[in-house]
C-alpha cells in the first residue's frame, strides 16, 4: 500500500519561504509522476507542482518562478521548496503518486488529480499579510 507522510507546514509572512517534505512509500514501479497538491478552505484540491521518474517538472501556473520540486531518490522523499509565499498560498498541501510518467511532462497531470494515490493528512500552510 502507497502511503505519504507530509511535513514542513507551518506560519509564515508574505514574501518569506517554507520548504516542505514528503516520504513516500510502498511504491514499486520504476516510472512514475509525483505531485504537490493543496486544497484551500472551501475550495477543491488543485495542483501545485509534479516531477517524473527522470526528473522531469511541470507546475501549475500559480507556483511557476516561486516553487521548486525536487526529489531524493535515495531518500524516497519529496520536496517542495516555497518562495514568495503569499496569502492565497495558504492550504493545505499534500503530496500524491501515480504510475503514468506522461502526464507529468504533458501537463495533462493537472487534470487528471483522480488518477493519484497515496494521499497523506497533509501539512498546513498559513501565509499571513
Known amino acids: 500500500q502507497v502511503r505519504s507522510v507530509e511535513s514542513g507546514g507551518g506560519s509564515v509572512q508574505a514574501g518569506g519561504s517554507r520548504r516542505l517534505s514528503c516520504t513516500i512509500s510502498?511504491?514499486?514501479?520504476?516510472?512514475?509522476?509525483m505531485g504537490w497538491f493543496r486544497q484551500a478552505p472551501g475550495k477543491g484540491r488543485e495542483g501545485v507542482a509534479a516531477?517524473?521518474?527522470?526528473?522531469?517538472?511541470n507546475y501549475a501556473d500559480s507556483a511557476k518562478d516561486r516553487f521548486t520540486i525536487s526529489q531524493d531518490n535515495s531518500k524516497n522523499t519529496l520536496y517542495l521548496q516555497m518562495n514568495s509565499l503569499k496569502p492565497e498560498d495558504t492550504a493545505m498541501y499534500y503530496c500524491?503518486?501515480?504510475?503514468?510518467?506522461?502526464?507529468?511532462?504533458?501537463?495533462?497531470?493537472?487534470?487528471?488529480?483522480?488518477?493519484?494515490?497515496?494521499w497523506g493528512q497533509g501539512t498546513q500552510v498559513t501565509v499571513s499579510s
Open positions: 516531477i517524473d521518474h527522470n526528473g522531469f517538472t
Open positions: 500524491a503518486i501515480e504510475s503514468h510518467a506522461y502526464d507529468c511532462y504533458s501537463g495533462s497531470w493537472l487534470d487528471r488529480i483522480e488518477l493519484f494515490g497515496g
Open positions: 510502498g511504491y514499486t514501479h520504476k516510472s512514475y509522476c
